[in-house]
């Protein structure tokens, strides 16, 4: 939530969001690279959700970043793009936020139940 409240055009030439930026490119990198290992796969989001839990990133926001991400990189692969491609990239995200937010909650059961 570091952004929070920060204007569109700081946000541009924001170091931080584009730290984050970076991390999520490498994360999505590494999801990919998992595509055939499900279970490691899925560990590893397990582990993102729970982080984000902990920094307090609300759920909500989880479904947000696969339509963002699609945006961005659709037009670096300009005619190589297509109804498939974009299909998968959807199924991928859709999956992602589906582990993450299930962790996230499992996260805050966890802790309510320490308290």
Known sequence: MPFNGIELEDLKHSKQLRAHALRVMAFVQKAVA???EPDKLETLLQELGRKHYSYGAKQKY???IGPQFIQ????SLENRWTP????AWVQ???YMAYVMK???G???QRIR???
């Not at 961005?72 to 037009?75: F, H, K, L, R």
Request: zero cysteines.
């Open 92 to 94: 991928l995200f859709k």
């Open 113 to 115: 139940a320490q308290q």
């Open 84 to 87: 498939e491609l974009h299909e």
């Open 62 to 64: 989880v479904d947000l």
């Open 34 to 36: 998992r595509l055939h």
């Open 106 to 108: 499992d996260e805050e």
């Open 102 to 104: 299930m962790s996230m």
């Open 72 to 75: 961005a990189i659709q037009p």
